[in-house]
């Protein structure tokens, strides 16, 4: 299948500061395939306009990109392409589909397949986008990026304990969006409730909604879809409450944490972290280099995987990570992957203090790790699950 297949590639360096190294690496996923790829650069206008001749002129196989980057290619008229031509576009999600980061994917597409982060998402596009019929969707989680010295990984000393990437919005100091544009105090319950469980729980926001209203007596699609448009008030809130908790926890088991990204300098226990601020992901990844461990949430992907979690394996880092479904069943827990939940949080965190301290213990879980995810979670990998999903 693959001989003869043009595949366009969409890249661009706007957006979340991972979004050129991912695209890029999406598109080398391909090429190490054996496809012929061809970029277009949402941020070239002449990039855009010879992919667009290639689409027109029925010799591209198909397209990958990034969220919506399909709209992005439109005719003399602003009309969408992808509308008219038959060669499928694949939208590759970077976060949930109730994520109004990820923008609006039901541009028109006669072909619009969709790859989605976690397992609760497939179900979750059909609330989000309920006028639109997709050709087809598959759970995909973002392969890992490599390092230009994997032969060196397991040879040099790594002078940084723990290393975790993550943004906080506003220091931590927020409330839930839902207490200040809800007017219904039985809904506002509910929410909390929904939030409360999954404070205490590795579970997505879908799985929560239905196990409170169903704790309820509320069953069935329509009372799902009343709480749709608070889907990413609960997502956003939960997800930084997580990290916030989480490393609230860590800073007082006197872990030394390395944190990447902004809003770490406002919260209470700042004096305890060695904080980085926003930076590079190149520097990210230069410092999973580095880490004996890399700590990672979920950001509600609890039935998927988050691709900080294989990158830091291929850079030689030992993960403890937040709960995953589909971690625990691609790793051997406890040999590869170490994982927490919130019930026990503050004692099984105490793997972090023993993968420091034991490096014979780390070096063993690093390489084991570093096997399952060379062999299984890089974008060739990922390239060739999307040529399965369209060939069925």
Known sequence: MVNGMNVLVYVTSSGHPSMAHIT???????????????????????????????????KISFSVGANNAGSYMVDGTDRCVYEYVDSP??????????????????????????????????????????????????????????????????????????????????GGNFQPA?????????VINILNDVADYMLANPV????????????????????????????????????????YNIMELLAKEEVPVEIYGGGWDQVPFAGKLRIHGEVSYEEVLDAFSKAKVVFQDQAEFNNGGHDR?????????????????????????????????????????????????????RLSAAISAYGKANSNHRWVNRAQSIMEMLSL
């Not at 069943?329 to 099984?348: A, C, E, H, R, Y």
């Open 24 to 58: 890029n690496d999406v598109a080398l996923g391909f090429y190490k395939l054996g496809c012929e790829v061809i970029l277009a650069d949402i941020n070239n206008a002449s990039s855009m306009l010879g992919a667009r001749q290639l689409l027109l002129e029925g």
């Open 89 to 170: 576009f694949v939208s590759i999600m970077l976060d949930a589909p109730y994520n109004v980061a990820t923008d609006n994917i039901a541009f028109p597409c006669r072909n619009h397949y969709v790859c989605v982060l976690d397992k609760t998402h497939i179900e979750a596009l059909k609330y989000c986008y309920p006028n639109v019929k997709f050709a087809g969707n598959m759970m995909l989680p973002l392969g890992g990026s490599s390092n230009d010295n994997e032969d060196e990984l397991f040879g040099n000393n790594r002078p940084l304990d723990v290393v975790y990437s993550a943004g906080l919005y506003n």
């Open 178 to 186: 839902w207490l200040e544009y809800e007017e219904n105090p039985f």
């Open 204 to 243: 997505s926001v879908l799985t929560a909604l239905k196990i409170v209203l169903e704790d309820r007596g509320f069953y069935g699609e329509e009372y799902i879809k009343i709480f749709t448009p608070h889907l990413f008030s609960l997502f956003h809130y939960v997800k930084h409450r997580r990290r």
């Open 309 to 361: 979690v294989f990158s830091a394996m291929l850079h030689g880092a030992v993960v403890v990570s937040e709960y995953s479904t589909y971690l625990e069943k691609k790793f051997d827990v406890n040999k590869d992957i170490f994982l927490f939940d919130w019930k026990n949080t503050s004692g099984q965190l105490q793997i972090v203090k023993e993968l420091i301290n034991n490096e014979p213990m």
